[in-house]
């Protein structure tokens, strides 16, 4: 079985990056996590990735000029490594439609997209009443968080949920659904 030379790309602790690596250590697994990326030297997730046996790598947008800096050099790092796929995982970063036309890349994001787009998925839903919650990992398309949905997992919202109750919640179904949509994503390119 060929498995697709995947980049996850962080920006803090690394929760769902670590569920990926997990899950790529099993043989039949149809990615092999090949680098860990962060935007942030102080990402914890680059410490786990390292823990776990798997190159890391910081690129800071500041200390090469920005953006568009940052994703030429995130472009190069990516093709030297012959990288196939993209995992965004808590990265806090937008992406050019440029790098998005370049490389094929999920997201994982907070909320049952299309609704909740951006920040705060959490808050917003409990303002608005909202029955059930969730988490979707997604194609990365130039606009936010409005790429083909690869898969969903729906969370119910409780009585006396706060943002950070409910996001706890999700984030625990984050970590199935993520390597899960990676290797239907992995058998749709192979």
């Excluded at 083909?148 to 409780?158: C, D, F, G, H, T």
Aim: aromatic share 4%; hydrophobic share 50%.
């Amino acid at each position: 079985m060929r498995r697709i030379e995947t980049a996850i790309l962080i920006s803090g602790r690394g929760s769902n990056m670590a569920a990926l690596i997990e899950a790529a250590r099993a043989p039949d697994y149809p990615a092999r996590i090949r680098v860990v990326i962060a935007d942030r030297t102080d990402a914890g997730g680059l410490a786990l990735a390292d823990a776990a046996g798997v190159e890391t790598l910081t690129i800071a947008p500041k200390a090469v000029g920005g953006r568009p800096g940052f994703e030429a050099a995130l472009d190069a790092a990516l093709t030297a490594r012959a990288v196939e796929l993209i995992c965004l995982a808590g990265f806090m970063r937008i992406l050019s439609a440029d790098f998005v036309g370049r490389w094929r890349a999920l997201n994982i994001h907070p909320s049952l997209l299309p609704a909740y787009k951006g920040l705060n998925t959490h808050a917003r839903a409990l303002a608005d009443g909202a029955r059930e919650h969730g988490a979707t990992v997604h194609w990365v398309a130039p606009e936010l968080d409005s790429g083909e949905i690869v898969a969903q997992a729906r969370v119910p919202v409780l009585p006396g949920d706060d943002p950070e109750r409910l996001a706890q919640r999700v984030l625990e179904a984050e970590h199935a659904l993520y390597p899960a949509a990676l290797r239907a994503a992995c058998r749709r390119l192979a």
